[in-house]
């Protein structure tokens, strides 16, 4: 449970920290070209939209999306689920997550292969007039999917003790790693 508990602490990292910063980036980039436009009439972050657009939004977005999977916010139908005794409710929601997690592998490794292909071939984007690396930006989609197959994994293990125990589980006091 230490590489869990570890691995819980990288995901809040990422999505806190990392995200965090990535959404207090695109403010500031969108607050100064506002302000450089409208009171300087002039350009003062040179292709600020495509930084967004192609870096930081996108790196907001894979970030944060292990801790959301780990902490059960995305969005479900559960009136279903929750109306079922409890014996279908964890098999329901184990066949669940092995359908995402079968779809998540798949993703995962085309996604990597897309990242690989843009490593090896020195993909660039351009922003404003220079041209940038984009494969930094494309190792993180691989990095946050594995993060998300790491969980559903977890997931799918801590269902099968529930079922084999014939009750739930306590809530786990690491779900939320402390600062």
């Given at each position: 449970m230490n590489f869990y508990r570890r691995l819980g602490k990288l995901e809040w990292g990422m999505a806190s920290i990392g995200a965090g910063l990535c959404l207090f980036v695109m403010m500031m980039i969108t607050v100064i070209s506002v302000f450089g436009r409208y009171v300087l009439q002039t350009d003062l972050v040179p292709g600020?939209?495509?930084?967004?657009?192609?870096?930081?939004?996108?790196?907001?977005?894979?970030?944060?999306?292990?801790?959301?999977?780990?902490?059960?916010?995305?969005?479900?139908?559960?009136?279903?689920?929750?109306?079922l005794p409890f014996t279908a409710r964890k098999l329901l929601a184990i066949c669940v997550v092995t359908v995402e997690l079968a779809i998540f592998i798949l993703l995962t490794w085309y996604v990597a292969k897309f990242a690989w292909a843009g490593f090896a071939s020195a993909r660039t984007m351009q922003i404003g007039s220079d041209y940038y690396p984009l494969w930094p930006l494309l190792m993180m989609v691989p990095l946050a999917f594995a993060l998300m197959i790491v969980e559903m994994i977890a997931t799918l293990l801590r269902d099968g003790r529930a079922l084999a125990r014939g009750r739930e589980d306590e809530p786990a006091k690491d779900q939320i790693p402390k600062g």
């Open positions: 600020a939209y495509n930084i967004i657009e192609r870096v930081v939004f996108p790196l907001l977005i894979f970030w944060a999306l292990p801790l959301a999977h780990r902490e059960g916010v995305f969005p479900r139908l559960e009136i279903v689920a929750d109306a």
